[in-house]
């Protein structure tokens, strides 16, 4: 048996079957050892890959089954995903390959008749190609996008009504591009320059990010367990719009802040190193591992000031009556923002979580705000590019809320934009898609 295809199996499986998250499954995996450095590279390529296109594999595989594709065992239904994801994406796996190791597997995890199933359907995606080769035409040039570019057709037809069909193909290319990985200085231990300095002398290719002073973008780079700037806290993985946000949350030393939506902590901490690790930041969230996580973040980082709170969001004003200097939500949303960095991501998502969402964004918004003081700030931002979940929230949030009026947010970023409220396209900017409002309390 192939290793490291069943490796990749397994994590697949857990995916689609478990809800588990590919880029967790995948390093729990690839931490056990027992591959080689080629082998890991497959399995990654392999699960990303197959994890990634998705519905586009399964609309393949339904031009050649005499079946309803529900009807196949989940497992084989993978096994074929991942047969189907070799011959069409994976150049330098010979057809002969991909075919006998998915009936070796369809062996493994089935019974001999359904290993000859497997194998008629590979042989015959090989000898005919044709029967799986997407629409074409102009009629069909929205499913051609969504296939061709491996991505939701509702989504696909979203976009294109937003921004015309060329913008919504960038996209889409561009959420198929590998995201690079981008750190935050934690400027409670070094600076930029010395954390770049200390980057290169280990072998890291790194620059500087051209969006915010504390950000390094590492364009290549080993495991981040063998990263010891990382581990010993003089930096924090952090995407660079997200870094974006506590430069317009502008903390003080000494403040009363409130993350009310904190974890991972990445804000968090980044608030914490501009108030010079004085003062107070509670960092909220609903679930206790979650909150676990900003600690651990904190120690690593070096920071005392966060404290950490178990409350939901909503009822934070109980706590805080107008007491907050500064407030952050950084709401749970869509994330239709991020989906570069989460390849299974695009296929959670649904038309229906983008109408319910903004009745909780909502909520949380006017929690929030009857926890800042008069003269004091409260900054909504999400990582989403839907503009329910933004510019509307922020109207509706307004409209009501007359004690509060609406600070020009673009202003307040280290390279000034003229957006009132920001954001951020990944195919405008190159960066996470990322909105960012700031409002003054009366």
């Known amino acids: ?7 990749a199996l397994k994590i697949i499986n857990a995916v689609h079957e478990q809800e588990a998250y590919a880029n967790v499954a995948l390093a729990k995996e690839l931490r056990k050892g027992g591959l080689s450095d080629m ?5 990654t390529e392999l699960v990303y890959g197959t994890v990634k296109a998705g519905e586009t594999l399964d609309w393949i595989i339904r031009r050649y089954i005499n079946r309803p594709i529900s009807k196949v065992s989940p497992i084989i239904r993978d096994i074929l995903r991942m ?9 330098k796996v010979p057809d002969s390959a991909a075919c006998n190791e998915s009936v070796e597997l369809a062996k493994r995890f089935g019974h001999a008749g359904v290993a000859k199933f497997v194998n008629g359907v590979m042989r015959t995606m090989v000898r005919e190609p044709e029967k799986g080769a ?11 996008l ?17 921004f015309g069909y060329d913008e919504a193909a960038k996209l889409c290319a561009f959420n198929n591009q590998q995201a690079p990985l981008s750190v935050r200085a934690n400027t409670l231990k070094t600076n930029r320059s010395e954390l770049m300095l200390q980057l290169i002398s280990v072998g890291v290719d790194c620059q500087q990010s051209v969006f915010t002073p504390e950000g390094v973008i590492i364009k290549s780079h080993g495991s981040l367990d063998d990263l010891q700037v990382l581990q010993d806290g003089y930096c924090q993985v952090q ?42 930041i509670v960092a909220c969230d609903i679930y206790e591992h979650k909150l676990e996580r900003v600690r651990s973040n904190a120690e ?4 005392t000031i ?27 949303c869509s994330g239709l923002g991020v989906l570069r960095r989460k390849p299974d991501s695009r296929w959670r998502k649904s038309p229906e979580l983008i109408k319910e969402l903004p009745k909780l964004q909502l909520e949380i918004l006017r929690s929030a705000a009857a926890a800042v003081k008069p003269g004091g700030l409260l900054v909504y931002s999400t990582c989403t590019i839907a503009h329910e979940e933004n510019q509307d929230v922020v109207k509706a949030f307004l409209e009501k809320a007359k004690e509060f009026t609406l600070e020009n947010a673009g202003e307040r970023l280290p390279v000034p934009r003229d957006d009132e409220m920001v954001q951020l396209y990944p195919q405008r900017d190159g960066t996470d898609g990322f909105f960012i409002s700031c409002m003054r309390r009366k």
């Open 1 to 7: 048996m192939d290793k490291a295809r069943e490796t």
């Open 134 to 144: 997407f629409p074409e035409g102009k009629g069909n040039a929205t499913v051609q």
């Open 39 to 43: 082998d890991r590279r497959f399995v």
């Open 306 to 332: 966060i404290d950490p709170m178990l409350i939901d969001a909503r009822e934070i004003w109980q706590e805080f009556p107008q007491e907050a200097d500064r407030v952050l939500v950084d709401a749970p």
């Open 83 to 91: 047969g189907v994801y070799q011959l069409k994406y994976m150049d």
């Open 300 to 303: 690593r980082l070096g920071v």
């Open 239 to 280: 995407d660079e719009s997200s870094m974006l946000v506590a430069h317009v949350v502008d903390p003080q030393p000494g403040e009363l802040v409130l993350d009310v939506c904190s974890a991972p902590g990445g804000k968090t901490t980044h608030m914490a190193a501009m108030m010079e690790n004085r003062g107070r």
């Open 146 to 162: 969504a296939l061709t570019e491996q991505h939701p057709e509702w989504l696909v037809r979203r976009w294109i009504k937003e």
